[in-house]
């Protein structure tokens, strides 16, 4: 076995990344947030040669999914979702008519196999802290450490510069929220503005997160549980059809808007 230098293995972790992170910097499209819909949007995208870069807060990738329902890490997944199951080779069952289970923890690992595969750039433990607008459009993003964040110091941020960012960032809206607030902007939804998250209704919520997916701001899109906090629609549980279904729409208005 060969002789292995500490500090050889510390100058290859600091390097490779850095070269990743330099190479992150511009981007065609930045996601925030690596649950089910941005791992999913990240994957349609990059296999489109998009040049996608996912920031998640977290130290792993996955967001709600992971734990299934009440940390029963099993998930639920409806007919319309079928085909993405099979598209990234998750396994599932059939509960009766209508309802299929999946391993929460298979689910999660293919979803992040298939969007790195495809070329997306996963940066984990990052925070977005402010975003860049140019000229009444969503430019990038303001990032810092997640860690600094949760202490409280005080430590200046990097811009990341994008053609358009995705906020999956779950039931905080928090890429659209900034928008309202520090733009004062209107949003594309039906009050102009955040209209917030209404009560568990798994089958209401299902469809308006697909719905609800849309640009909100120039170069803003929304997707998964953020998509319905700011749009107005019911939470839904967990059950992820919709979410994974959100993330293949946003990609697809993306690619749809490009070639206009």
């Given at each position: 076995m060969m002789h292995?230098?500490?500090?050889?293995?510390?100058?290859?972790?600091?390097?490779r990344y850095q070269e990743e992170l330099l190479e992150a910097l511009e981007s065609?499209?930045?996601?925030v947030g690596g649950g089910p819909s941005g791992l999913v949007a990240?994957?349609?995208?990059?296999?489109?040669?998009?040049?996608?870069?996912?920031f998640e807060r977290k130290l792993s990738i996955g967001g709600g999914m992971w734990g299934g329902g009440m940390m029963f890490n099993q998930i639920v997944i409806q007919?319309?979702?079928?085909?993405?199951?099979?598209?990234?080779k998750i396994s599932y069952r059939v509960f009766e008519e209508g309802y299929y289970?999946?391993?929460?923890?298979?689910?999660?690992?293919a979803l992040t196999l298939g969007a790195v595969r495809a070329g997306a750039k996963i940066f984990n433990l990052i925070s977005v802290e402010d975003i860049m607008v140019r000229d009444n459009r969503v430019a990038g993003l303001v990032i810092n450490w997640t860690?600094?964040?949760?202490?409280?110091?005080?430590v200046d941020p990097l811009t990341v510069q994008s053609s358009y960012v995705i906020d999956c960032t779950g039931h905080d809206a928090q890429v659209a929220g900034m928008i309202v607030k520090k733009m004062g902007a209107?949003?594309?939804?039906?009050?102009?503005?955040?209209?917030?998250?209404k009560p568990m209704w798994a089958a209401r919520g299902e469809m308006a997160t697909v719905a609800n997916t849309r640009e909100v701001y120039p170069g803003l899109i929304v997707a998964g549980m953020a998509a319905n906090a700011v749009c107005g629609?019911?939470?839904?549980?967990?059950?992820?059809?919709?979410?994974?279904?959100?993330?293949?729409?946003?990609?697809r208005i993306i690619l749809e808007g490009d070639k206009t």
């Open positions: 292995l230098e500490d500090v050889v293995i510390s100058k290859a972790i600091i390097s065609d499209v930045a996601v990240a994957y349609y995208l990059a296999r489109a040669n998009k040049k996608v870069v996912l007919d319309e979702a079928l085909p993405l199951l099979e598209e990234f289970t999946a391993s929460s923890v298979e689910a999660v690992a860690p600094v964040d949760l202490g409280r110091l005080h209107v949003l594309k939804t039906t009050t102009g503005t955040l209209e917030g998250e629609g019911h939470r839904m549980g967990p059950v992820f059809g919709g979410m994974l279904l959100s993330g293949q729409r946003a990609a």
